[in-house]
């Protein structure tokens, strides 16, 4: 099994632009989330879905669009990037949103906006 | 303000010595769980606790959820270079579905 896959590992974008970070999941996972991890503040919750066709925002997402209209994937739209969104992004899922699953995490996408 | 904080922030050990990490916030969680994060890689999960008081083993590793469940601790005996990483301790919140993280703890031990 694959897990959990995310393109591209890496990309550099100029402000302004716009691009969206694929992410797919081979498990039949009915939750999936992005995060975003800087230095010193952890994991930020983007957004997140309970199942295909539900999304809702998490503690940072604006600058951020995502749909859910298959289970397998859950890609994140940056609409026009700015330099504050330079990061590390992780696409995470787990089998249900039932309170204490553990997630599955891809291996991540490093941002740069010049 | 990060709902939970973790401590130290940083943390090097030379192999064979033992070392203690820490997670703690002022809110009640149903579930704590703990990651591991490589260099380049994905958080990998370590174990998940869901029990005020509960006590879980794997291998060298021990963890704590607090009796209040507000806190929890990662207890490492006899740490090993493969120990080297980011630990990072994760929770929901009662009838919440976001996982939330901490900063995470940097830790590092020398051979």
């Known amino acids: 099994n694959a897990g959990v896959t995310q393109t591209p590992k890496f990309q550099v974008l100029k402000t302004g632009q716009s691009m969206t970070l694929q992410c797919a999941q081979d498990?039949?996972?009915?939750?999936m989330s992005w995060y975003r991890q800087d230095p010193g503040m952890g994991l930020r919750l983007i957004h997140y879905s309970v199942g295909a066709g539900i999304t809702d925002q998490g503690e940072v997402p604006n600058g951020y669009n995502v749909s859910r209209s298959t289970t397998e994937d859950f890609p994140l739209r940056l609409l026009s990037a700015a330099p504050s969104q330079t990061s590390v992004y992780f696409c995470?899922?787990?089998?249900?949103?039932?309170?204490?699953?553990?997630?599955?995490f891809g291996s991540g996408t490093r941002l740069t906006v010049v | 303000t990060q709902l939970l904080e973790q401590s130290p922030q940083f943390l090097s050990i030379q192999e064979g010595e033992n070392l203690t990490v820490y997670c703690n916030s002022s809110s009640v969680f149903s579930s704590l769980q703990w990651y591991r994060q490589e260099p380049g890689e994905g958080p990998v999960l370590l174990v998940t606790v869901v029990t005020g008081g509960e006590v879980k083993k794997l291998k060298r590793l021990t963890f704590q959820f607090g009796d209040a469940r507000k806190d929890s601790s990662l207890h490492i005996t006899a740490a090993q270079p493969g120990d080297t990483g980011l630990y990072l301790c994760?929770?929901?919140?009662?009838?919440?579905?976001?996982?939330?993280f901490g900063a995470g703890t940097t830790v590092t031990v020398r051979a």
């Open positions: 995470a899922s787990s089998y249900s949103a039932e309170v204490g699953e553990g997630y599955t």
């Open positions: 498990m039949n996972h009915e939750y």
């Open positions: 994760a929770g929901h919140l009662y009838n919440d579905y976001k996982l939330s």
